[in-house]
């Protein structure tokens, strides 16, 4: 299998600021990773595919970037609706694995 | 628009059989695997498997001696059976599209459209 090893759990921000959050693979996995954004009670939505593109319809504060087998998601002036938890996902192999998930909450 | 409706029993009793089935609604069914992910109370998310048609289905190998997932295509349908369930079998149970193909001029694998999930309680 193919671990997904995401950091922060959990990360406190306010509305306005920029944060980042980090996925790291257990291999290689070229560009295979995607973003979601789940609001509790909610199923996830994709935000970004093959690390960097973003969804149709996703705002343009969001960015996907790669190096190596680090995987990060930056969230540029966070909005009230940005406050949720976000999950990557590797794309790679067909066990398709799942980060364990950073939680952003409001400071 | 594709849109995901999900149902089936959500409460079950521990050894019994889990069963859902997910309808799609618009957009094209055949030619993409259909996805099921359980997400555990507070925990994350876990693929079970999915099913493209009967000869192409991919399970979690953690799952797999319990999990049958079946496809209709006569009536945009999937299902996920899960056999013997216990407590840790409890989760919302999501049905999703996995697209994989050329998008935007290279090959990729994304799950683009997701059911609104359906609780599932394992409890004597």
């Known amino acids: 299998d193919i671990q997904m090893t995401q950091s922060p759990s959990s990360l406190s921000a306010s509305v306005g600021d920029r944060v980042t959050i980090t996925c790291r693979s257990s291999q290689t996995i070229d560009t295979y990773v995607n973003w979601y954004q789940q609001i509790p009670g909610k199923a996830p939505k994709l935000l970004i595919y093959?690390?960097?593109s973003l969804q149709s319809g996703v705002p343009s504060r969001f960015r996907g970037s790669v190096s190596g087998t680090d995987f990060t998601l930056s969230i540029s002036n966070l909005q009230p609706e940005d406050f949720a938890t976000y999950y990557c996902?590797?794309?790679?192999?067909?066990?398709?694995?799942f980060g364990q998930g950073t939680k952003v909450e409001i400071k | 628009q594709v849109q995901l409706q999900q149902w089936g029993a959500g409460l079950l009793k521990p050894s019994e059989t889990l069963s859902l089935t997910c309808s799609v609604h618009g957009g094209s069914f055949s030619g993409y695997y259909w996805s099921w992910i359980r997400q555990p109370p507070g925990k994350g998310l876990e693929w079970i498997g999915e099913?493209?048609?009967?000869?192409?289905?991919n399970y979690n190998p953690s799952l797999k001696s319990r999990v049958t997932l079946s496809i209709d295509t006569s009536k945009n349908q999937f299902s996920l059976r899960l056999r013997s369930v216990t407590a840790a079998d409890t989760a919302v149970y999501y049905c999703?599209?996995?697209?994989?193909?050329?998008?935007?001029?290279?090959?990729?694998?994304?799950?683009?459209?997701w059911g609104p999930g359906i609780p599932v309680t394992v409890s004597s």
């Open positions: 996902q590797q794309s790679y192999s067909p066990l398709w694995t």
């Open positions: 099913i493209k048609d009967t000869r192409n289905i």
């Open positions: 093959a690390a960097s």
């Open positions: 999703a599209r996995r697209f994989g193909g050329v998008w935007n001029g290279s090959y990729n694998r994304f799950f683009d459209y």
